[in-house]
C-alpha cells in the first residue's frame, strides 16, 4: 500500500470530528463568560486532549488530523462560546514558528521542538528584522559563524514581539557573505532564557510603557549546530514560509485559523474601541453625524469583506486554487480594515479617547490602542511590501528593480565603511 495512503483512509471524517469536538468542548472548554483560564492552561488542556496542534502529525505531538479539521475545532468554539488559546504569543508560536519548524526542520528537530511548542511549554517567537530595516530581509546582517561543532551568533535583532517572555526565537543570519543576498541566510533557534551572550531589551511604545516589542544584542552567543532550522543557505525560504505563515495568521487562514479572524473580533469589551458588531449598534442607537455615520458603515462593511475574502482563500487553499502567497491579500485587507475600525472608534468615542487628562497619561483607552494601531500596517511586512507581492507574485507583474540582487554580499554597498 502507498505510505500514508492508510492513515487517509482511516481518518475520521470532519462532521464525525466535529460531533466529538462538540461534545467534548461542551463539558470540558470553559465559557467565555467564565473567569478567563490562563492561555497556558488551555494549550495544556488541547494538547493533553489531542486537540492542539491538530494538522500536525502524531508522532510530532499533533493529532495527525488536517487543517479543515483544525479550522472545525476553532469554528465550533466560536459557535459554543468557549474559550481558547487566545494570547498573541500563541497565535505566533502555535500558528506561525509550529508549521514553519514542521515544514522545514530535520526529523530530530521536529521530535525536539514540536511536542513542547504544542504543548505550551516553550513559546516561540520571530528574529528576523534588524536595526538597519526589516523590509529588505534579505539584507540580514546578523552573522552565524560555524566553530568546529557548533555555531556562533553575533549582531542584532529588533522589533521582536514578545522575546522578553518566549522560550526559543528563530533567528534569520547570514552564515555566508560570498553569495548573492538571499543565498546566504540560515535560520536557527536561539534559546532565549539565560543565554550567555544573550541581551534582551524591552523597546518604549509611542504610548510611553514598555511594550511587547524588544530588541535583541547578540555578543558571540554559541548554539549547537542541532539548532540550524533547514539546511545552510536556505535561510530566505525558511523565512519567507514563516511570513507566509504569519500573514495567514493575520487573515486567520490555515494554520493561522486559531480562534476568530483579527478584523472580526469586537474589542469592545477588553479596550473601549467599537469594533464591528459594535459599530453596528452604534449605528443604529448612537446619535452620529453624517460623516461619522458613513465611516462607520465602511469600517462594518470592510470587516464583513475581510472574514468572507478569508473564507474564500480558505475554500481555495483546499481545493487548490489559492496557493502560495494568498495569505497577502487577507493581511492586507485585515490590517486597513483594522487599521480604519479603530479611526472610527475614535472619531465616533470624540472625547472619550483622549489619553491625557490633565494629570496623567491613560493607558486604557480607545486613544492608547489608536496610537499602536500602524501595528498591523507594519507587522509581518508593511502594506508597501504586501503590495509588492500581490503584484509581482500574484499577478504576475514586473518585478520591483534591485541593484544587488546578483551581487556577492561582501559587494554590496551597505553605508558603513567599517562593517566588515
Ligand atoms: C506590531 C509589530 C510587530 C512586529 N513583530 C515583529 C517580530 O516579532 N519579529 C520581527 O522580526 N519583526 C517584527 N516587526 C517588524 C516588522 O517586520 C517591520 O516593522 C517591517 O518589516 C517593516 O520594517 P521597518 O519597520 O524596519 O521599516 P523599513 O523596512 O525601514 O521601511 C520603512 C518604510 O519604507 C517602505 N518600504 C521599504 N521598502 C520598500 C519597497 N521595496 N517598496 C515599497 N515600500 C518600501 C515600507 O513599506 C515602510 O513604510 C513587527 C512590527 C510591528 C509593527
Given at each position: 500500500m502507498v505510505?500514508?495512503?492508510?492513515?487517509?483512509?482511516?481518518?475520521?471524517?470532519?462532521e464525525a470530528f466535529r460531533t466529538r469536538t462538540r461534545a467534548w468542548m461542551a463539558s470540558a472548554l470553559p465559557s467565555v463568560e467564565d473567569p478567563p483560564l490562563d492561555s497556558h492552561a488551555l494549550q495544556r488542556l488541547l494538547f493533553d486532549n489531542r486537540f492542539a496542534g491538530i494538522a500536525f502529525p502524531r508522532e510530532y505531538g499533533g493529532a495527525g488530523l488536517t487543517l479543515e479539521h483544525q479550522k472545525a475545532f476553532f469554528d465550533c468554539a466560536a459557535d459554543l462560546l468557549r474559550q481558547v488559546?487566545?494570547?498573541?504569543?500563541?497565535?505566533?508560536?502555535?500558528?506561525?514558528?509550529?508549521?514553519?519548524?514542521?515544514?522545514?526542520?530535520?526529523?530530530?528537530?521536529?521530535?525536539?521542538?514540536?511536542?513542547?511548542?504544542?504543548?505550551?511549554?516553550?513559546?516561540?517567537?520571530?528574529?528576523?528584522?534588524?536595526?538597519?530595516?526589516?523590509?529588505d530581509m534579505a539584507g540580514a546582517t546578523t552573522r552565524l559563524t560555524r566553530d568546529g561543532h557548533v555555531y556562533v551568533l553575533n549582531g542584532a535583532k529588533m522589533w521582536s514581539t514578545g522575546a522578553h517572555v518566549a522560550d526559543y526565537g528563530l533567528c534569520l543570519c547570514r552564515s555566508d557573505w560570498d553569495v548573492p543576498k538571499h543565498r546566504g541566510l540560515s535560520t536557527v533557534a536561539v534559546p532565549l532564557r539565560g543565554t550567555p551572550g544573550l541581551t534582551i531589551e524591552r523597546i518604549r511604545a509611542a504610548?510611553?510603557?514598555?511594550?511587547?516589542?524588544?530588541?535583541?544584542f547578540f555578543d558571540d552567543v554559541v548554539l549547537p549546530t542541532e539548532n540550524l532550522i533547514g539546511e545552510e543557505g536556505t535561510g530566505w525560504a525558511v523565512a519567507q514560509t514563516l511570513l507566509l505563515h504569519e500573514r495567514?495568521?493575520?487573515?486567520?487562514?490555515?494554520y493561522g485559523h486559531l480562534g476568530p479572524r483579527l478584523s472580526g473580533?469586537?474589542?469592545t469589551a477588553s479596550d473601549g474601541l467599537l469594533g464591528p458588531s459594535a459599530l453596528l449598534a452604534a449605528l443604529r442607537h448612537r446619535r452620529t453625524n453624517g460623516a461619522v455615520a458613513t465611516k462607520l458603515a465602511n469600517a462594518y462593511i470592510e470587516s464583513v469583506v475581510g472574514a468572507l475574502t478569508s473564507a474564500r482563500i480558505m475554500a481555495g487553499l483546499r481545493v487548490g486554487t489559492h496557493r502560495g502567497g494568498w495569505g497577502s491579500v487577507s493581511k492586507l485587507q485585515a490590517s486597513v480594515a483594522k487599521h480604519e475600525c479603530i479611526r472610527t472608534s475614535l472619531a465616533a468615542l470624540g472625547a472619550e479617547g483622549v489619553i491625557w487628562d490633565g494629570a496623567d497619561v491613560r493607558l486604557d483607552n480607545a486613544g492608547t490602542v489608536w496610537l499602536g494601531s500602524r501595528g498591523g500596517?507594519?507587522?509581518?511586512?508593511?502594506?508597501?511590501m504586501q503590495r509588492n507581492i500581490v503584484s509581482e507574485r500574484l499577478l504576475g507583474l514586473p518585478r520591483e528593480p534591485s541593484l544587488d540582487r546578483d551581487v556577492p554580499f561582501n559587494q554590496v554597498l551597505r553605508g558603513l565603511p567599517a562593517f566588515e
Open positions: 505510505a500514508g495512503l492508510s492513515d487517509e483512509m482511516t481518518m475520521e471524517s470532519v488559546p487566545a494570547g498573541y504569543d500563541h497565535l505566533v508560536s502555535v500558528g506561525m514558528l509550529g508549521p514553519t519548524i514542521l515544514e522545514h526542520g530535520s526529523h530530530e528537530a521536529k521530535l525536539r521542538f514540536l511536542p513542547a511548542l504544542l504543548r505550551g511549554d516553550d513559546v516561540w517567537i520571530q528574529l528576523l528584522s534588524e536595526p538597519r530595516g526589516g523590509s504610548s510611553g510603557e514598555a511594550g511587547d516589542f524588544c530588541q535583541e495567514n495568521a493575520a487573515g486567520s487562514i490555515g473580533e469586537d474589542p500596517t507594519l507587522a509581518g511586512g508593511s502594506n508597501e
